[in-house]
């Protein structure tokens, strides 16, 4: 039997991708709040910044949003009412 809301594959990999560019992103902030003058880890710092923001963007587009308090977008009908959410899948 065939999950009710079954989402597809692209679903986790998508959201994977983002969580890796995201768990990076905090790695990074906690070495450049140790070493604020390392110019390259800044560098890639931004970038990965740029490349979140990019992957959220599609994501959030395709399936929904992913964060409340007015940081993402709804469309209508509002999805916050609709599973599955984040922490959910």
Do not use: C, I
């Not at 992103?25 to 710092?45: C, G, I, M, N, S």
């Not at 009908?77 to 959410?85: A, F």
Request: hydrophobic share 35%; glycine share 4%; proline share 7%.
């Amino acid at each position: 039997m065939a999950k009710e809301n079954a989402l597809p594959q692209d679903y986790y990999s998508e959201l994977e991708a983002l969580q890796a560019v995201d768990f990076t992103l905090v790695e990074l902030t906690l070495y450049l709040d140790t070493h604020p003058d390392d110019l390259e880890a800044l560098k890639q710092f931004n970038s990965l910044a740029k490349k979140s923001k990019a992957l959220r963007s599609q994501f959030e587009g395709k399936y929904g949003p992913l964060r409340e308090f007015g940081h993402s977008y709804s469309s209508h009908p509002w999805k916050w009412s609709q599973t599955p959410w984040p922490w959910q899948a």
